[in-house]
């Protein structure tokens, strides 16, 4: 597959009160690929929820789940084929135990609990 993942990276970084990651993906072993995402924790009822943002001009941001055979993604990919390199990238990650991120919810900085508090 063109667009199967070979190679994944994971730099932790903190920006003020967020504790965000860096997350590399590269794809395509004759032209590889590689795409830049901030990576950030959702809060999430079950499973885990994790929010990428592409380093790239105009690219909304991805809400992803990691929950087992429930696990999805927000882009188009997984919407057309059920599968994606995002997830393919986390599930990688949390197979390396790298994925044990303890950031901040986003848009909460100060709440560690599950609930969103929306006005
Ligand atoms: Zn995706």
Redesign the pocket.
């Known amino acids: 597959m063109a667009n199967s993942v070979v190679r994944v990276g994971l730099e932790k970084v903190v920006l003020g009160e967020h504790d965000l990651a860096i997350l590399t993906i590269t794809t395509g072993t004759q032209r590889p690929r590689t795409d830049y995402y901030l990576l950030g924790a959702l809060p999430s009822d079950y499973g885990r929820g994790y929010r990428l943002w592409p380093v790239r001009a105009g690219q909304p941001p991805?809400d992803?789940l990691l929950d087992g055979r429930r696990s999805s993604?927000?882009?188009l990919?997984?919407l057309r084929h059920g599968h994606?390199?995002?997830?393919d990238a986390l599930k990688e990650l949390r197979r390396r135990r790298r994925l044990r991120t303890r950031c901040a919810p986003v848009g909460s900085a100060q709440a560690s609990r599950t609930e969103k508090h929306h006005a």
Do not use: A
């Not at 994606?84 to 997830?87: V, W």
């Open positions: 991805y992803l993604c927000e882009c990919g997984f994606c390199k995002h997830l």
